[in-house]
């Protein structure tokens, strides 16, 4: 049985911290899942570290259930939260209906991760009537990047901070089983973490949250030069994997690789009729 809904929630009524982690393709979903990790996020994230861009914006709903399908099909434990990406959710609620729909249907997520507060409420509590599980995503939002100016901290000044109570409080009324709260002062996001009865799941939002969630790359040290202040690496798994090719290239070219233990044989006698037919010779 896979982690549910319900579950999630549990922990935070059994203050036991919820782990989340991104993950886009078999390989990491497998990794993950081993280590115990109950919830998987295919995030948007995506569009930066699978694709290459510097914004979630190109990622298009066909990418995430081309990743979703992957990460649903290989676990079997972990609750699997899709999410909507630009544009996917916001131009109407029949569009995020459709969307959510296809999401679910076509790649097995047992929920779906919007971004917006107070003004998404309509359309998170239409989605949830009819049955989809909604993460909601305050705060800082990626796929607003060009209106908020780049990926800064939100709710610092008193109209922001009072914004962001009311987008925690209109999520959770509106029916969402959770929500992500990302970049926010860590006072800010302990008071709305206090204030509300779904579980709150932090990034870059201080340690008062119910859960925190990470990207696979970042806390994995996979890109050298990119730590944002929010992660932590508990890996230099970048610097391993350059080394390790480097060596496979300096093997292949002082031709040490392949040795004897990673090459086939075949039987003598037919290497010995090939040779006696001509069949080697030029
Ligand atoms: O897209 C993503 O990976 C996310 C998380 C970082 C919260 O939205």
Not at 124 to 151: D, F, N, T
Not at 185 to 209: E, Q, S, V, W, Y
Request: hydrophobic share 45%; net charge negative; glycine share 8%.
């Amino acid at each position: 049985m896979r982690v549910n809904i319900r579950d999630i929630q549990k922990m935070k009524a059994d203050r036991e911290p919820i782990v989340m982690i991104t993950a886009y393709d078999a390989t990491s979903a497998r990794l993950s899942e081993a280590a115990g990790v109950p919830l998987l996020l295919v995030g948007d994230s995506l569009g930066m570290v699978i694709q290459g861009h510097d914004v979630p914006i190109p990622v298009t709903l066909d990418h995430i259930i081309y990743h979703a399908e992957i990460v649903t099909r290989v676990t079997q434990k972990a609750l699997v939260v899709g999410d909507m990406p630009f544009l996917s959710y916001n131009v109407s609620v029949e569009q995020a209906l459709t969307n959510a729909a296809r999401l679910m249907q076509e790649s097995h997520v047992g929920a779906v991760k919007m971004e917006g507060g107070e003004y998404l409420a309509g359309t998170i509590r239409r989605l949830v009537e009819v049955g989809i599980p909604v993460m909601a995503h305050i705060g800082l939002q990626p796929q607003s990047v060009y209106k908020v100016g780049g990926m800064k901290v939100q709710g610092r000044d008193l109209d922001g901070a009072r914004q962001l109570l009311r987008d925690a409080e209109a999520v959770e009324q509106a029916g969402a089983f959770a929500v992500v709260v990302e970049s926010v002062p860590a006072p800010l996001a302990d008071m709305i973490t206090r204030k509300l009865h779904i579980p709150t799941i932090g990034i870059g939002a201080g340690a008062g949250c119910d859960g925190q969630v990470q990207v696979f790359h970042d806390i994995l040290g996979m890109f050298e030069d990119f730590t944002p202040r929010h992660t932590k690496q508990y890996a230099n798994v970048g610097a391993i994997m350059r080394e390790a090719i480097g060596e496979y290239a300096r093997e292949v070219r002082e031709r040490k690789f392949p040795a004897e233990e990673n090459s086939f044989t075949m039987k003598d006698d037919v290497l010995a009729a090939l040779s006696a037919n001509g069949d080697a010779s030029h």
